[in-house]
């Protein structure tokens, strides 16, 4: 509400949004703001990425990956871009997400795939998997091996225990005992990612916004009232400004819906601490440069 009581317009709800701080979203400290570190993250969309049933245009989403690949790594082509980041003879993980009702679309699986064996990596070295990483070969291998390499994807959505499904949370799965990073909002789950290398491994993130959720209440939590066709994906080597960029889009959709500021709960800031604890990367919006490729219309960052 503003200060006379009325309900905030759509405009001054996106213009708040423009200075919503990164220190009330993500915990982020002083020093944190200071720092000198800068990420680049592409963001993505097309307008006819989703079809009938909410189901994406397999050669529409293919074509994003690679431009958003392009772009990231100012390459000439796919087959430049992809090669910067996987060599022949890397063993390749593509760490996915199956929750049944906002999973990894298989379209953009099996373009990520296609992309990884044309540059080189034979069809026995990489596999796709979430919750069985622990037992898969593969995986096993990638983590292993000095030329293992993990590509992270997954959908972007509320979540009861880290306030946000991202893809900071997604590697959560390797380890045997996930409740146990649960604690305080999911807040170490850098140090997840520092203990088994998965920093130095994941050569990629994609975070999918094709239909992200914006609100939730309770674990599993699902509707369809809180989805909606945002049509994009972002994609970065950085996980943390990958993350942070989709949570700003989480949190301006929620002020456009709600008419008010309603704060993520719990609050995200296992993103924030990521940076200013782990130094995994950069989570300060004002040292990311987003990329933004495509349809701009409700863009909401």
Known sequence: MSDSGRRMSRRELLQSGATWTAAGL???SRRAAASERSSRVVLIRHRDVIGAGRHPDEQILHRMLNESVIR??????????WRQLISPGDVVGIKSNVWRQLPTPPEL?????????????????VSVDDRGVLSNAVFERALARPNGALINVRPMRTHHWSGLGTCLKNMIM???????????ACARLGELWKELGLAEKTRLNILVML?????????????????????????????VAVDATGARIIEAKRR??????????????????????????VADP????????????????
């Open 26 to 28: 993500f915990g982020l």
């Open 72 to 81: 990231l790594l100012d390459a000439e082509n796919p087959g430049a871009a």
């Open 109 to 125: 699986e099996r373009a990520i795939v296609e992309e990884v064996v044309a540059a080189g990596v034979s069809t026995q070295d």
């Open 174 to 184: 390797f380890v045997p005992r996930p409740a146990d990073y649960h604690d305080d």
């Open 211 to 239: 239909t992200p959720q914006f609100h939730g209440v309770g674990p599993q939590s699902f509707s369809p009232r809180f989805v909606w066709p945002y049509r994009g994906l972002i994609v970065g080597t950085d996980p």
């Open 256 to 281: 456009e819906f709600f008419g008010e500021e309603r704060p993520i709960k719990p609050p995200p800031h296992h993103i924030g601490l990521a940076d200013t604890r782990y130094g995994l990367g």
């Open 286 to 301: 004002a040292r990311i440069e987003i990329v933004r490729l495509g349809w701009r219309e409700e863009e909401l960052i």
